[in-house]
C-alpha cells in the first residue's frame, strides 16, 4: 500500500497533537512516509514540534517527522495538506467575541461579526498556504477545516477556483456522533440527509445503512426533551460548560423548525438575546480556551520534553477528527466515502444559487467531491440560507475590493445585528483590532 506525505499547516494549533495522534491511530488504513507541521509562528510551534518528535520516535520511527516555518520545505513532495489555521490566534479570537458583546451582540468566532472578522484574516492566510501548495507540490490535495469555514470556501471558491481545496467541518461528524448515542448505534452504522450551509442547516433523514430504518422521529422526541445533551459524554473538545449548554439549546431550535433536525449553530441567528444574556463580557470562550484546552496541550507538550519521552504523556487523540483519514482515503484509495462538505451547490438544492456554498452530503472519490441532490428545501430554510449566503459573498468581495461599503452591507445582512448605525460602530472598531491582519478598506 502506498505512504502518504502530509503537511498539517496550523502546525502551532492545539488540536495538532491531537490530530497526529489519530493520524499514528489510524496508519494501517492510511500509511504515512512523511508528517510536517508548518506554521509561521515558529516558536509557538517548536514547542509541539519538539514534544511531537520525540512521541514519533517512540511509537512510530518508521515515519519522517519535521516541523518548519519555511513553506519550500513544508509544502515540497506532499500529497496532501491538512489546513487548520487561525489567523490572529486566540489573542484576536478574543476581540471577535468582545467587541461584539460591547453592543450587545452575540460575540462568536464563526457567526456574525466575530465570524465575518475572523473570515477576513482567514482569507489571507488560506490563499497564501493554497499558492505554497500548488507551487511545490500541485498534485497535492489540502483538506481544509480552517474557520470560518463558510466564508474561507467562498473565498476559495472566488479567488482559487480550480484549486484542489475539500472544505469540511467537523461539527455535523460531532453532533451525528450524539445522535448515534441516543439510539444506541454509531455513526458508521447511519447515513443521513443534511442541506444547508456551514454552521447554518438542518438533517432530514437519519437512516440505518443495514436495514434501512428511519430514526428522524426517534431522534426529534429525545432532542425536544433533552437536546443533544447524551449520558455517554466521550466527545472530549465538546464538553466545556459552554458546549454542554449550546447541546441542550438544540431543543428550542426544533420547536421552530420540528420537520428536522437543527445544527446547534443555529442558536445565535434565533436566540442572539439570550446568547448575550448568558455570556460574560469579561470572559468568553477564548477565554475558556486559552485557560482550558490551550494550557493542557502546552503543558503537556513541555512535560514530554522535560522527560525526554512521550510514555504516559497528556497528549489525547482527537477521535472527532478521524473524519479527516475517512476524506484523505477517499481521494487516495477512491473509496467514494459519503460525507458532508462544503461545496458550490450547482443544483444539489434545487431552488438555491447554483454559486451559493452549500453543505451538504457528496460521494467522494479520486476526482473529489460529487454532491448529492437534496431536492427543493422549504420557503424558510431558504429564505434564511439566502440571507446569510449573501452576507458571506460580501465579506469576500469586500476583501476582494477592499471595500468598506461592502463589509458595513454585510454586517448590516448578518441577522445577528439588529441595524445598521450599530453594524456601522461594530465595523469601526473591528477595523482598529484588525489593523495590519485586513486589507485597507476604502
Given at each position: 500500500?502506498?505512504?502518504?506525505?502530509?503537511?498539517?499547516?496550523?502546525?502551532?494549533?492545539?488540536?495538532?497533537?491531537?490530530?497526529?495522534?489519530?493520524?499514528?491511530?489510524?496508519?494501517?488504513?492510511?500509511?504515512?512516509?512523511?508528517?510536517?507541521?508548518?506554521?509561521?509562528?515558529?516558536?509557538?510551534?517548536?514547542?509541539?514540534?519538539?514534544?511531537?518528535?520525540?512521541?514519533?520516535?517512540?511509537?512510530?520511527?518508521?515515519?519522517?517527522?519535521?516541523?518548519?516555518?519555511?513553506?519550500?520545505?513544508?509544502?515540497?513532495?506532499?500529497?496532501?495538506?491538512?489546513?487548520?489555521?487561525?489567523?490572529?490566534?486566540?489573542?484576536?479570537?478574543?476581540?471577535?467575541?468582545?467587541?461584539?458583546?460591547?453592543?450587545?451582540?452575540?460575540?462568536?468566532?464563526?457567526?456574525?461579526?466575530?465570524?465575518?472578522?475572523?473570515?477576513?484574516?482567514?482569507?489571507?492566510?488560506?490563499?497564501?498556504?493554497?499558492?505554497?501548495?500548488?507551487?511545490?507540490?500541485?498534485?497535492?490535495?489540502?483538506?481544509?477545516?480552517?474557520?470560518?469555514?463558510?466564508?474561507?470556501?467562498?473565498?476559495?471558491?472566488?479567488?482559487?477556483p480550480n484549486a484542489k481545496v475539500l472544505n469540511i467541518c467537523d461539527m455535523p461528524v460531532g453532533t451525528l456522533r450524539r445522535m448515534s448515542?441516543?439510539?444506541?448505534?454509531?455513526?458508521?452504522?447511519?447515513?443521513?440527509?443534511?442541506?444547508?450551509?456551514?454552521?447554518?442547516?438542518?438533517?432530514?433523514?437519519?437512516?440505518?445503512?443495514?436495514?434501512?430504518?428511519?430514526?428522524?422521529?426517534?431522534?426529534?422526541?429525545?432532542?425536544?426533551?433533552?437536546?443533544?445533551?447524551?449520558?455517554?459524554?466521550?466527545?472530549?473538545?465538546?464538553?466545556?460548560?459552554?458546549?454542554?449548554?449550546?447541546?441542550?439549546?438544540?431543543?428550542?431550535?426544533?420547536?421552530i423548525e420540528p420537520r428536522f433536525l437543527p445544527n446547534t449553530y443555529l442558536k445565535y441567528y434565533f436566540y442572539p438575546d439570550y446568547e448575550?444574556?448568558?455570556?460574560?463580557?469579561?470572559?468568553?470562550?477564548?477565554?475558556?480556551?486559552?485557560?482550558?484546552?490551550?494550557?493542557?496541550?502546552?503543558?503537556?507538550?513541555?512535560?514530554?520534553?522535560?522527560?525526554?519521552?512521550?510514555?504516559?504523556?497528556?497528549?489525547?487523540?482527537?477521535?472527532?477528527?478521524?473524519?479527516?483519514?475517512?476524506?484523505?482515503?477517499?481521494?487516495?484509495?477512491?473509496?467514494?466515502?459519503?460525507?458532508?462538505?462544503?461545496?458550490?451547490?450547482?443544483?444539489?438544492?434545487?431552488?438555491?444559487?447554483?454559486?451559493?456554498?452549500?453543505?451538504?452530503?457528496?460521494?467522494?472519490?479520486?476526482?473529489?467531491?460529487?454532491?448529492?441532490?437534496?431536492?427543493?428545501?422549504?420557503?424558510?430554510?431558504?429564505?434564511?440560507?439566502?440571507?446569510?449566503?449573501?452576507?458571506?459573498?460580501?465579506?469576500v468581495e469586500a476583501y476582494i475590493e477592499g471595500s468598506y461599503q461592502k463589509l458595513w452591507q454585510a454586517l448590516c445582512l448578518s441577522k445577528?445585528?439588529?441595524?445598521?448605525?450599530?453594524?456601522?460602530?461594530?465595523?469601526?472598531?473591528?477595523?482598529?483590532?484588525?489593523?495590519?491582519?485586513?486589507?485597507?478598506?476604502?
Amino acid at each position: 500500500m502506498k505512504k502518504f506525505s502530509i503537511v498539517i499547516a496550523g502546525g502551532g494549533s492545539t488540536f495538532t497533537p491531537g490530530i497526529v495522534m489519530m493520524l499514528l491511530e489510524n496508519v494501517d488504513r492510511f500509511p504515512i512516509r512523511t508528517l510536517k507541521l508548518y506554521d509561521n509562528d515558529g516558536e509557538r510551534q517548536a514547542v509541539l514540534g519538539e514534544a511531537l518528535e520525540i512521541l514519533l520516535k517512540e511509537q512510530a520511527p518508521e515515519i519522517d517527522f519535521s516541523y518548519t516555518t519555511d513553506p519550500k520545505e513544508a509544502f515540497t513532495d506532499v500529497d496532501f495538506c491538512m489546513a487548520h489555521i487561525r489567523v490572529g490566534k486566540y489573542a484576536m479570537r478574543e476581540q471577535d467575541e468582545k467587541i461584539p458583546l460591547k453592543y450587545g451582540i452575540v460575540g462568536q468566532e464563526t457567526c456574525g461579526p466575530g465570524g465575518i472578522a475572523y473570515g477576513m484574516r482567514s482569507i489571507t492566510g488560506m490563499m497564501e498556504i493554497i499558492d505554497y501548495m500548488e507551487e511545490y507540490s500541485p498534485d497535492a490535495w489540502m483538506l481544509n477545516y480552517s474557520n470560518p469555514a463558510a466564508i474561507v470556501a467562498e473565498a476559495c471558491r472566488v479567488m482559487r477556483p480550480n484549486a484542489k481545496v475539500l472544505n469540511i467541518c467537523d461539527m455535523p461528524v460531532g453532533t451525528l456522533r450524539r445522535m448515534s448515542q441516543i439510539i444506541g448505534k454509531t455513526p458508521a452504522e447511519l447515513e443521513v440527509r443534511y442541506f444547508g450551509l456551514n454552521h447554518f442547516g438542518w438533517w432530514t433523514s437519519v437512516k440505518d445503512i443495514a436495514t434501512g430504518h428511519e430514526y428522524l422521529d426517534e431522534i426529534k422526541e429525545y432532542v425536544a426533551e433533552n437536546g443533544y445533551l447524551t449520558q455517554v459524554e466521550v466527545d472530549t473538545q465538546h464538553m466545556d460548560e459552554s458546549w454542554q449548554a449550546t447541546h441542550k439549546k438544540a431543543k428550542d431550535l426544533l420547536a421552530i423548525e420540528p420537520r428536522f433536525l437543527p445544527n446547534t449553530y443555529l442558536k445565535y441567528y434565533f436566540y442572539p438575546d439570550y446568547e448575550v444574556a448568558h455570556s460574560n463580557p469579561e470572559f468568553t470562550r477564548a477565554n475558556e480556551v486559552m485557560a482550558g484546552r490551550e494550557k493542557e496541550v502546552f503543558t503537556a507538550a513541555k512535560e514530554i520534553i522535560e522527560k525526554g519521552t512521550a510514555e504516559n504523556s497528556n497528549f489525547h487523540i482527537d477521535s472527532h477528527a478521524s473524519f479527516i483519514v475517512d476524506l484523505a482515503r477517499a481521494i487516495a484509495f477512491n473509496t467514494h466515502e459519503r460525507m458532508l462538505l462544503i461545496v458550490e451547490n450547482n443544483g444539489a438544492i434545487a431552488n438555491f444559487d447554483d454559486d451559493a456554498m452549500v453543505e451538504v452530503p457528496c460521494i467522494v472519490g479520486s476526482d473529489g467531491p460529487e454532491p448529492l441532490a437534496q431536492g427543493k428545501i422549504p420557503q424558510f430554510e431558504r429564505a434564511l440560507m439566502l440571507q446569510q449566503v449573501t452576507a458571506e459573498k460580501m465579506v469576500v468581495e469586500a476583501y476582494i475590493e477592499g471595500s468598506y461599503q461592502k463589509l458595513w452591507q454585510a454586517l448590516c445582512l448578518s441577522k445577528i445585528v439588529p441595524n445598521a448605525a450599530v453594524a456601522k460602530n461594530l465595523l469601526d472598531d473591528l477595523i482598529i483590532a484588525n489593523k495590519g491582519f485586513w486589507p485597507e478598506l476604502n
